[in-house]
């Protein structure tokens, strides 16, 4: 069954302590990994989306890796309004997206 | 452009009624599928729909249904309601939907649904 696995389940950092968020996955025929923010009691907001080992894409301090198994979501020097769940994704046979249980990001400042 | 619009945002019902929720897709997006959010089990596959027809559904029972109309705005309608129906329910647009290529889907607001 394919799975998508995202860890740490919770991440609580400073303002401007850089970090890495993770998204395994184990789908077969990978069509795209997909990463979404979402705040409390919104809809997921698209973030990036990557289709090959060794892309990478960046938007403002986010910056997204792709190897053949997982998926980084790199955070460099957060500020507070950084802080939200993020939610990683891939197609999975006739599923549209198969999602994580997401990691939930705080930065303090 | 506008994003994906859900309504109601917010819905109380209590045991044993049904509900409709309603989407409408970004202009030009042909492909909405819906989502049921919670807490224990996060975000999981309802069912998703182009061009009317019902292309994919996800592992939930019969109650929950859905509907696209030609303008390709969606209904999702749940019937004998229990409590572990209580939710976030999403819908998300894309221009098409998936299959050997991948489209970016943009998700609106929610309707959070509590059920009594």
């Known amino acids: 069954e394919d799975q998508v696995t995202q860890s740490p389940e919770a991440l609580r950092l400073q303002e401007g302590e850089s970090s890495s968020l993770n998204c395994s996955y184990t789908?077969?025929?990978?069509?795209?990994l997909f990463w979404y923010r979402q705040d409390p009691g919104k809809g997921p907001e698209f973030l990036f989306t990557?289709?090959?080992a060794g892309e990478e894409k960046e938007k403002e301090r986010l910056k997204a890796t792709l190897t053949k198994k997982e998926s980084f979501l790199h955070i460099t020097a957060p500020k507070p309004e950084d802080s939200a769940t993020y939610l990683c994704?891939?197609?999975?046979?006739?599923?549209?997206?198969?999602f994580g249980k997401g990691t939930r990001l705080s930065v303090i400042a | 452009k506008a994003g994906v619009t859900q309504t109601p945002r917010y819905l109380i019902k209590t045991r044993g009624q049904q509900v409709t929720l309603s989407c409408s897709p970004i202009?030009?997006?042909?492909?909405v599928s819906w989502y049921q959010q919670t807490p224990g089990q996060g975000l999981q596959f309802l069912f998703e729909?182009?061009?009317?027809?019902?292309?994919n559904k996800g592992n939930f029972p019969g109650r929950f249904s859905g509907r696209q109309f030609s303008n390709s705005r969606s209904e999702m309608n749940v019937s004998t309601l229990e409590l572990g129906d209580s939710a976030l329910y999403l819908c998300?647009?894309?221009?098409?939907?998936?299959?050997?290529?991948?489209?970016?889907?943009?998700f609106g607001p929610g309707t959070r649904l509590t059920v009594t």
């Open positions: 994704a891939a197609p999975s046979g006739n599923t549209p997206l198969v």
């Open positions: 202009s030009g997006h042909r492909s």
């Open positions: 729909y182009f061009s009317e027809t019902q292309r």
């Open positions: 990557l289709y090959s």
């Open positions: 789908v077969s025929g990978l069509r795209g």
């Open positions: 998300a647009s894309s221009l098409y939907p998936q299959g050997g290529s991948s489209y970016e889907q943009y």
